[in-house]
């Protein structure tokens, strides 16, 4: 998944799903760290398959962070392999509000480490996202629980966010994007990858066939 | 992941989600109807299906159990003043006849290259399904031993469908510890009277190999590897500028898919696998073919394209007959006959012409054949259309179906359907795969063709070339009087549909007798099993199935005696191509929504770059021709977005991108445009190991924002300079 270098810039383009159950602020998370911006109005996410977010990681590195939200399929979890395929990284979301939504964390973990590995058969890093935090009832100490729970369920981590008051959001990304560029150093390049063909490149597709580049 | 009930109205509901339902689905959701679409099944994708090793054990298992036809269930208590109800078909039975067999070992045989397995009598169910595959258990010459085998199989057992599939070795009794035993044990027939005769394959001992030459991948390691797998239950290609290819890349579909060129044509010929010369290179490197024979050929592709008089003299005729007043020779005849118009001694001259046309145009789009495969497997393309009419807002459930219709008996429409919950949900039109609806409610004008199909696990090519990696289309010609004409793809693994090390070869033709008669006798030909001699040179087969399946070519999307609003989808045709499938959608989607555009392309959510944080720093540097563009989406009821199009000219790729409005009172200021990169046009650039994620897509297209449109602006935007087609 690693990107071709530009000059001395390297690229990378990483698919980062965001799941959960509905109404758990997936969207506004997305929209909070893409767009900066935050709606009180709920609506479903009509016509867009992922935000891009484009992070100058480091002077050398250049992050294309393409952040998947589910279509009309969450609803009852049927998501096709065209969501999971060749994904690198997820957020696990769920509402502090709302107990039920943790308690489907478990159940999408699952579902997203049966449907997409790392090339080398692990799970692809993920990270357990408790928003709304901005509601939460009392500031009640479950840390010590809810790191033994990443741990068990095997999320590298989890933060308490807020899409509304933009608590966290850039920190958990930060977190996700590190822990998926450490594993990229791991993962060699796919190189029958190469000679794939996307339908709309057909001139590009025909002159890698003829082998100029 | 929460069950939750459904909404109670849609405009449209669909039941099935093959290939021409999904697309159906993805056309409704595009231009703004609600669509609820649903299928019975698991899994996506309806008969086009693809399943990993296991879950294709699964599947054949599922297709070997007895499945009891559902109670149907009274409805009738929903029903209102002046309603009836239809009752769908709970049981498609489309396939039949399912047959698979294993001729490798069960584990890995280090030590054993030399002395003789036991014979494997052990059954090593894991509590699971038994998968009962019979497999070649010696290594040790047993050559020539045919015995009768002739016992019934064992009772199926159908639990826990997730175990790991074992396959359970029989013995006959008589079969000495040296023999190699197998026979079909997964088969399943739903015989109802109307489908080819269903084989019972009996016999036949294993003939094994004399000297292991290489170590055979066991049949552990191909569960183990079982992921690596993407077997589809129909083999198809894509024409490069066939009518899904086209959509695809119309709709923005194709975003979500990456393609392998086919990079031959091969043909079986006295005896013989023999690479096909196609395209003008290809005449010209050819080794088989005289001086004489290139020109010839030559003359002949590039006179074929047009239309002349003498041609139109032959019309009615066989095209064979044409062929041979060319005067142009066997090799050149049977190339044209079979391999580049692939069809039948008696197809007139008119079809075959316009077959060799197609395929000469569709040479050259990407690659040196005119096709084209999907990486991961054909059953991909089905869930992109899903895909994409899910990010239109359309709602999916599987494992959901739709039990009945209710019918306003003055108006006969649908007016809703029942859901297998018992929902009443209401819908203006109700779009359905073919196997729900039951034989009495279908105009059928002929009679009930088949299919058969053959899938191969093989250990190396068929023909074996520099490259281990080339994904070739097999024509295979009657092998003798009667016999059909066999179309047959071999993948390779970086189709990523098969394990590495490995080829998944599919074959399919019209059935004359069940799949395993019709297709056995080629697959012992050219492959290396325990039924076939003197094939040394052969790959030899690892593992294989037989099944038929329903070819509903021949049936129609309305007509039925069904209610008017009600559109049937046929499921796979026998034919190479997806025109048949494509063609039904559209079709259907014009009876629904004559005024509205059949997938106008998507958004492309590459182009909405909100860069809020710092910069807009590297990549590129370039200068953005300013252009927008202004769509209208068809969603008759939604506003438009409005969003500014930045474009980069660099090279051949267009980079765009575009700012969605910002909502409500929310400052936009943060948002700038940033380039997306330099356009790297290059191969083994950043584009050619980008995920199937859009990035390459070309075509610019509003983004509809639902929330965006309670932001009451509405303001004209520059209109963006091109808007690349795909061609
Ligand atoms: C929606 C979905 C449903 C699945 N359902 C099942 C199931 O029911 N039973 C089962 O055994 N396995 C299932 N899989 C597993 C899947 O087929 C792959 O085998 C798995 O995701 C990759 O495992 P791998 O270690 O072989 O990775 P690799 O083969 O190395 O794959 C590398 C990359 O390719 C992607 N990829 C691999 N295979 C597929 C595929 N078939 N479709 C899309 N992307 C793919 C992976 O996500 C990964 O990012 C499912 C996968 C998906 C995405
Ligand atoms: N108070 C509060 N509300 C939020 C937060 N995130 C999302 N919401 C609200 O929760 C609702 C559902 O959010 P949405 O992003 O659509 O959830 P999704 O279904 O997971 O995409 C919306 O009304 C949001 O405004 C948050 O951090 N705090
Ligand atoms: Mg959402």
Known sequence: MAGGSVSECKEYLFKVLVIGELGVGKTSIIKRYVHQLFSQHYRATIGVDFALKVI????????????????????????????????????????????????????WKHDLDSKVKL???????????????????????????????????????????????????????????ENILANDKGLPYEESNGDRIKLDKETVAAESKSGCC | MAAEDLPSEFDVVILGTGLAESVVAAAFSRVGQRVLHVDRRSYYAANWASFTFNGLLTWIQEHHEESQPEEAQ????????????????????????????????EEDEEEEASSPDPPNTTEEETGGANEDVVKETSETESADLKEEETKEKPEERADGAEKEQRFTALNDGKSTVQ???????????????????????????????????????????????????????????????????????????????????????????????????CSRADVFASRQLSVVEKRKLMRFLTSCVEETEEQRAYNGRPYLEFLCDQQ???????????????????????????????????????????????????GEIPQCFCRMCAVFGGIYCLRHSVSCLVVDKTTNRCKA??????????????????????????????????????????????????????????????????????????????????MPGTYLVHLTCQSVGSAYEDLSPVVTKLFRTPESHDQENCPSVLWCLYFNMTDSSGLEVEGHHLPSNVFVCSGPDGSLGHEHAIKQAELIFQKILPEEDFCPPAPNPEDIIYDGDNNSSSMGGEENGGAGEEENDGAGEEEEEKKEVLEENDGEE????????????????????????????????????????????????????????????????????SCMMGN
């Open chain 2, 328 to 378: 142009l020779g066997d090799n050149l005849q049977h190339f044209l006959l079979h391999s580049i118009a692939m069809v039948t001694e008696d197809t007139p001259t008119e079809e075959g012409l316009s077959s060799t046309r197609h395929f000469l145009r569709c040479l050259g789009r990407y690659g040196n054949t005119p096709f084209l495969f999907p990486v991961y497997g054909l």
């Open chain 2, 74 to 105: 009274d409805w009738s208590s929903l029903l209102e003043e002046g309603e009836e109800l239809i009752y769908l078909s709970s049981d498609p039975a489309s396939i039949s006849n399912v047959q698979a067999f294993c001729f490798t070992s």
């Open chain 1, 56 to 107: 100058n990681w480091d002077s050398k590195t250049l992050v294309r962070l393409q952040l998947w939200d589910i279509a009309g399929q969450e609803r009852f979890g049927n998501m096709t392999r065209v969501y999971y395929k060749e994904a690198v990284g997820a957020f696990v979301v769920f509402d502090v509000t709302r107990g039920s939504t943790f308690e489907a964390v478990s159940k």
């Open chain 1, 119 to 177: 090339a080398n058969g692990n799970p692809i890093p993920s990270v357990l996202l408790a928003n709304k935090c901005d509601q939460k009832k009392e500031s009640s100490n479950n840390t010590a629980l809810m790191d033994n729970f990443c741990k068990e369920t095997g999320f590298l981590g989890w933060f308490e966010t807020s899409a509304k008051d933009n608590i966290n959001v850039d920190d958990a990304a930060r977190f996700l994007v």
């Open chain 2, 179 to 277: 023999t190699d035993v197998f026979r079909p044990i997964t088969q399943a027939s739903k015989t109802d009277g109307k489908e080819p005769g269903a084989d019972q394959p009996t016999a036949s001992a294993a003939q094994s190999q004399s000297e292991p030459a290489k170590k055979k991948i066991s049949y552990a390691q191909l569960v183990k590897e079982g992921r690596r797998f993407n077997i589809d239950l129909v083999s198809k290609l894509l024409y490069s500028r066939g009518s899904l290819v086209d959509l695809l890349i119309k709709s923005n579909v194709s975003r979500y898919a990456e393609f392998k060129n086919v990079t031959r044509i091969l043909t079986y010929r006295h005896g013989k696998v023999e690479q096909v010369p």
């Open chain 2, 654 to 721: 267009e980079k765009k991108e575009v700012v969605e409005e910002e909502e409500q009172s929310l400052q936009t200021e943060g948002i700038r445009l940033q380039p997306l990169e330099t356009g790297s046009g290059s191969v083994g650039g950043s584009d050619s190991c980008s995920p199937p994620a859009g990035s390459q897509i070309s075509r610019r297209d509003a983004v509809q924002t639902p929330e965006q449109h309670t932001a009451s602006t509405h303001n004209p935007q520059r209109e963006s300079a």
């Open chain 2, 417 to 498: 359907v029942v859901d297998s919950q018992g929902q009443r949900i209401s819908c203006s039109h109700f779009v359905v795969e073919e196997g729900s609806v039951g034989t009495d409610w279908k105009m059928v004008t002929s009679p009930p063709r088949f299919l058969s199909r053959a899938v191969l696990i093989t250990d190396g090519s068929i023909l074996p070339s520099d490259s281990d990696q080339q994904v070739s289309m097999v024509t295979v010609p009657p092998i003798a009087a009667g016999c059909p004409a066999v179309k047959m793809v071999e993948l390779c693994s970086s189709t990523m549909t098969c």
